[in-house]
């Protein structure tokens, strides 16, 4: 049960979000101009990664914002948070 | 022969108070202070279980939580009895009844001893080797191997204790009241710190709490009557808070934690009624030190499991703390100093030590010499290689080990004995510092497994011999030394301590000791719960098992309740030995939550029965329980599942109920509905974005069904929207799926398309809903509301006014699920039951009838209209459910429409949508059954029955399946094979009743 800096609310308890997978997975702007195989790769393929991983994260019980998350997967280390547009503060 | 072991010499135990408890239905006793464990020892009985597989007769062989042998069922009564329950740690009560486990008829005459005797023929992957073949036989099997194997058993009546749970911040968490962690607090209170001690004990101190030698001495004073007097000081500071009898069971990640403390299990059975039986603490530390302590290792030897077979460090617990001795003629087998600290102990108390028997050849430090000194014979660079006795050791053998170690030479001496204690050195105590992520590092020279300072996972530091040092110099010194750093401390007192001890001059460790027989004749015992020998680690490593985490699971070693605390160091060192590995190397098996054993209790807490989830009652709620409804649980929902009368059932309920809607009118509360309130300029394109049809034409004051999927193209959810206004919508969505239907939009509108001006509010309990449909519903809604134009031309199917039901605002839909003439009425929740009381006034002439969520699903089904998470499963498209007249062809987006046309969702061979007609007319299929095209074997199933009702409207069966390829399948046969028959039905449209939308408007 890690804690998370809700960039919102600040630190609360990992109970009161909820992981929303890979972030920086952008909506296709135009989905029918694609091929099956790009649709796909929008649909189905996401990274499962053993190390630093950008993930979306919503405030569920609390604010209900969604917000990005850099956590290193192997520890649960959360080396940054930043708000849903804004650009990854590190690589 | 029993008598009373108990020597009148000890600060511990209150001798004045005698407390009498029950033993295997025998009344004995002992005294305030004691364990179950050191009052049948002062009873003399070793005996207290038989071992899992072959029901050896087994003792009591440590004093804590590392126990294997000592678990006892505790208590009678059908509802708190607890099973495999150390006696080492449950204290003493008056009225304290605990039986022997895993034995029939009696502890004493156990017919399943004979497996003893068996084996050889019971190695190491006996039960997956014999009974997998034939794979049928195994229902045969089971029942006996259930039967025989198992620990205690469960109570069968719900628990009638309380369990508690609480939160608590704190700068500065120490898990353990030993000298090292009492010593950590005092640094951190003096800090100025917010502190809290736990310990598993009713006491503080330790072992160093009963180390009355003058050869362990603090500023000249014993080590035991300086640290008692540190103790003394830690009463009354603020920002210290202490907790006995606490035991942290897990440690997790970002130093959060959590601790079961016991209140009442050790107060008389008279002192508890009313009281919290254990609390969960859930701890958020800024800071953890954790000083839990080493606990001390056995030796592996033929025959070390017989009752009697003490640890040397435990024996020194007995007669020191508890007053008890657990021989008259006791023996000690060690490798290491520890075992002489008893041997002096025992000599203290006037217990005759016949022999030292030490596998070093030259252990000449302080405390050797001392008990030397003291004339008890000690047999340097022997060992034990076998032991007598069945329910008790009598004797043990001994030979001369030889130069290397590896087999014994010379002649074979017997010793008459009944105890042994045995002593193999350490174990450090890192299970909280590995659960929490941290790395171990071997140390060669001792062979332990230590916390790695550099892979720490958070703000936590190991202290003590948990960290493993071991004597008291080091655990002192190196104790203040690291907390200094890790609290970030100035001088303090504890930097220049005066501090005298023995210190271990040799160390040498054999983790299988060496015997005068072959390996196949011994059994030298490695987890003495489950029965497994070093002979059974050797075979798995010979049938090829490599892993330490593999040999574990095929032998069972360290699978027991005691999750291997006394065999996991001996089975790493017999594979490094046998596979000629590094113990470092071959790492440990992982540490996993809970440390001990939780209570079911403690981790439910208050979250029991009424508490267990939330239940949601609509607004008319009371009404439907004053008029009998049956109720289902929908979510969290409580909806009225049908309303029986005057004893009907089920089935006649639900065709009264269809057969009153429309033939006259009926009355459904359709309140649990969730209701989302869009508002913004966006509103509207918004809605073209998530549904899969048109929205932007859709007038003010008209309501339109949708259907929304998720990016994948199947459906997700559906219902209707009503545009309120230019910029404001309504939604409905199905029960079930509210939040998550509010959460998905959330989602999108935040992250993707946050250029939309749109507001999202869920207003499902702020508003209340009944829906009144039949031939009759419009003369009822004209009677409650009588200035209200109901006509066609004006309020058309799938429109909406506001109105006024006796001055309250309400908004009248005119939607249907059933197909009939019908009216949806919204109010504010707090005027529901009025409103809806009013209406069944009103429908009293035209026998206005509520109905349940049954009757709503026959109803919509006759009219083949699906019911999302019922007929769908997240694997249909609206293709699939025969609804292409759905899609918005010419809309250039919504959720999911580019997976409409993927190679997968335009296959025609997809399972679709159908209806069933069973060839005999009173036959209802089952929900879920499968459907084949023949019986031929191997079988193909086509699909399943996803709906099914006799429908009284039609006074025959109708169904819904999802089929294979089933769009074209309209007027095939096919089979529903059941368990004693087989049913015949057709495929057919999905609309059964009404196909032209007549009485819709009728």
């Known amino acids: 049960m890690f804690i998370i800096n809700c960039p919102y609310c600040g630190e609360r308890d990992q109970s009161e979000f909820s992981c929303g997978g890979e972030a920086h997975i952008e909506r296709p702007k135009q989905p029918t101009e694609l091929s099956d195989d790009q649709w796909a790769e929008y649909l189905f393929m996401r990274k499962n990664i053993k190390g630093i991983q950008f993930e979306r994260w919503n405030h569920i019980h609390g604010c209900r914002k969604w917000f990005n998350v850099v956590r290193d997967t192997s520890n649960d280390k959360i080396h940054a948070v930043y708000k849903m547009g804004e650009r990854p503060p590190i690589k | 022969m029993i008598n009373n072991l108990r020597i009148n010499k000890n600060n511990f135990i209150d001798q004045t108070i005698r407390i009498s408890f029950k033993f295997n239905g025998k009344k004995l006793f002992g005294y305030k202070g004691d364990t179950l464990a050191s009052a049948l020892l002062a009873n003399n009985i070793h005996l207290v279980g038989r071992s899992f597989k072959y029901h050896r007769p087994r003792g009591i062989m440590t004093c804590g939580s590392e126990e294997p042998n000592a678990i006892v069922q505790v208590g009678k009564d059908s509802s708190l009895t607890e099973p495999n329950v150390r006696a080492t740690e449950i204290e003493l009560y008056e009225g304290l009844e605990a039986f022997s486990q895993n034995c029939w008829p009696s502890i004493n005459f156990d017919i399943g001893g004979i497996n003893n005797f068996l084996s050889p023929l019971l190695p190491a992957g006996f039960y997956y080797k014999t009974f997998m073949w034939p794979a049928s036989f195994w229902e045969k099997y089971e029942f006996f191997i259930r039967h025989s194997a198992g620990l205690g058993k469960s109570p069968t009546k719900p628990d009638q204790d309380l369990y508690d749970h609480q939160y608590v911040h704190c700068d500065v968490l120490v898990i353990g009241g030993g000298i090292s962690g009492i010593l950590s607090a005092k640094l951190s209170v003096a800090k100025g710190l917010n502190t809290m001690l736990i310990d598993d004990k009713d006491y503080l101190g330790g072992s160093t709490i009963y180390q009355d030698d003058d050869i362990f001495k603090i500023n000249n004073e014993n080590s035991n009557v300086w640290l008692k007097k540190q103790i003394e000081t830690l009463n009354k500071i603020p920002n210290l808070t202490i907790k006995h009898r606490t035991s942290v069971a897990a440690f997790h990640g970002y130093n959060y934690l959590l601790a079961r403390e016991n209140l009442i299990d050790h107060l008389n059975i008279d002192e508890r009624k009313g009281k919290i039986r254990q609390r969960l603490w859930k701890i958020r530390a800024k800071k953890v030190v954790i000083a839990t302590g080493a606990i001390e290792r056995p030796l592996v030897f033929s025959n070390n499991d017989r009752p009697g077979v003490i640890l040397s460090s435990s024996i020194k617990k007995y007669i020191d703390y508890y007053g008890v001795k657990t021989g008259e003629n006791i023996s000690l087998f060690t490798n290491n100093d520890s075992a002489y600290e008893t041997a002096i102990s025992l000599n203290k108390s006037g217990v005759k030590v016949k022999v030292i028997i030490d596998i070093r050849e030259d252990s000449n430090s302080i405390l050797s010499e001392q008990v030397e000194k003291s004339g008890i014979k000690i047999l340097k660079g022997y060992t034990v290689i076998d032991t007598d006795g069945y329910k008790r050791i009598k004797s043990f053998d001994v030979m001369k080990l030889s130069k290397d170690g590896g087999s014994v030479v010379g002649n074979k001496i017997t010793y008459k004995s009944d105890c042994l204690g045995i002593s193999g050195g350490w174990t450090p105590m890192v299970h909280l510092f590995t659960q929490s992520g941290g790395k171990l590092k071997f140390r060669n020279n001792d062979n332990v497994f230590i916390p790695d300072e550099n892979k720490t996972p958070s703000k936590q530091i190991s202290v003590g011999s948990s960290n493993g040092d071991f004597e008291l110099d080091d655990v002192i010194n190196n104790t203040v030394k690291n907390i200094k750093i890790f609290l970030g401390l100035d001088k303090n007192d504890f930097e220049n301590l005066n501090i005298k001890c023995s210190k271990e001059k040799q160390k040498r460790n054999i983790w299988l000791l060496p015997s005068n027989k072959p390996i196949s004749k011994t059994k030298p015992f490695l987890d003495f719960q489950n029965d497994s020998t070093a002979k059974d680690v050797k075979l798995a490593l010979r049938e090829g098992f490599k892993s330490i985490e593999h040999v574990k699971r095929y032998t069972t070693t360290g699978m027991g309740t005691d999750q291997g605390k006394l065999s996991n160091m001996h089975a790493l060192g017999i594979i490094a030995d046998t596979t000629g590995t590094n113990m470092g190397d071959l790492g440990t098996t992982t540490f996993r939550p809970p440390y001990t054993p939780l209570t079911f209790g403690a981790i439910v807490g208050r979250n029991v029965g009424k508490f267990f989830d939330h239940t949601r009652r609509t607004a008319i709620h009371d009404w439907h329980v004053k008029n009998k409804a049956e109720f289902e649980n929908v979510g969290q929902w409580k909806r009225p599942w049908y309303f029986p009368k005057n004893g009907e059932t089920m089935h006649q309920s639900v065709q009264r109920e269809?057969?009153?809607?429309?033939?006259?009118?009926?009355?459904?509360?359709?309140?649990?509905?969730?209701?989302?309130?869009?508002?913004?300029?966006?509103?509207?394109?918004?809605?073209?974005?998530?549904?899969?049809?048109?929205?932007?034409?859709?007038?003010?004051?008209?309501?339109?069904?949708?259907?929304?999927?998720?990016?994948?193209?199947?459906?997700?959810?559906?219902?209707?929207?009503?545009?309120?206004?230019?910029?404001?919508?309504?939604?409905?969505?199905?029960?079930?799926?509210?939040?998550?239907?509010?959460?998905?939009?959330?989602?999108?509108?935040?992250?993707?398309?946050?250029?939309?001006?749109?507001?999202?509010?869920?207003?499902?309990?702020?508003?209340?809903?009944?829906?009144?449909?039949?031939?009759?519903?419009?003369?009822?809604?004209?009677?409650?509301?009588?200035?209200?134009?109901?006509?066609?031309?004006?309020?058309?199917?799938?429109?909406?006014?506001?109105?006024?039901?006796?001055?309250?605002?309400?908004?009248?839909?005119?939607?249907?699920?059933?197909?009939?003439?019908?009216?949806?009425?919204?109010?504010?929740?707090?005027y529901a039951k009025d409103v809806w009381e009013r209406c069944i006034e009103a429908g009293k002439e035209f026998n206005?009838?509520?109905?349940?969520?049954?009757?709503?699903?026959l109803l919509r089904a006759e009219k083949g209209f699906i019911i999302t998470g019922q007929d769908t499963d997240g694997t249909l498209t609206p293709s699939d459910l025969q609804m292409d007249w759905i899609i918005g062809k010419k809309k250039y987006d919504f959720i999911g429409k580019r997976s409409l046309y993927r190679s997968d969702t335009i296959r025609e061979d997809r399972k679709q949508l159908v209806g069933l007609l069973t060839d005999d007319p009173k036959e209802v299929l089952e929900e879920g059954a499968q459907l084949v095209e023949s019986l031929d074997k191997p079988i193909e199933m086509l699909g399943h029955v996803t709906s099914s009702y006799f429908s009284p409207n039609l006074n025959k069966s109708i169904a819904l399946a999802v089929v294979r390829s089933g769009k074209k399948l309209k007027g095939k046969k096919l089979i529903v094979p059941m368990e004693n028959k087989n049913i015949n039905v057709t495929i057919t449209d999905t609309v059964f009743y009404d196909k032209e939308n007549k009485r819709l408007n009728a």
């Not at chain 2, 079930?736 to 946050?754: C, F, I, M, R």
């Not at chain 2, 206005?848 to 699903?857: D, F, K, R, W």
């Open chain 2, 848 to 857: 206005i009838t509520p109905y349940g969520t049954e009757t709503m699903h």
């Open chain 2, 658 to 830: 269809s057969k009153a809607a429309r033939e006259s009118a009926g009355i459904l509360d359709a309140s649990t509905l969730g209701k989302i309130d869009i508002q913004g300029e966006d509103a509207s394109e918004f809605l073209n974005r998530v549904y899969t049809n048109a929205w932007s034409k859709l007038a003010i004051g008209k309501c339109r069904y949708g259907l929304m999927l998720n990016e994948d193209g199947m459906v997700y959810d559906d219902g209707v929207t009503t545009r309120l206004a230019e910029n404001h919508y309504i939604m409905s969505t199905t029960t079930g799926g509210a939040a998550n239907v509010l959460s998905k939009l959330e989602d999108y509108l935040q992250t993707e398309w946050p250029e939309l001006n749109v507001y999202l509010t869920t207003v499902t309990d702020q508003y209340s809903t009944m829906s009144i449909c039949g031939p009759n519903s419009k003369k009822i809604i004209k009677k409650v509301i009588p200035n209200l134009d109901l006509s066609d031309q004006s309020f058309p199917h799938m429109s909406f006014k506001n109105s006024k039901i006796n001055n309250v605002k309400c908004r009248i839909m005119r939607i249907s699920f059933t197909g009939e003439h019908s009216y949806e009425i919204n109010v504010q929740s707090n």
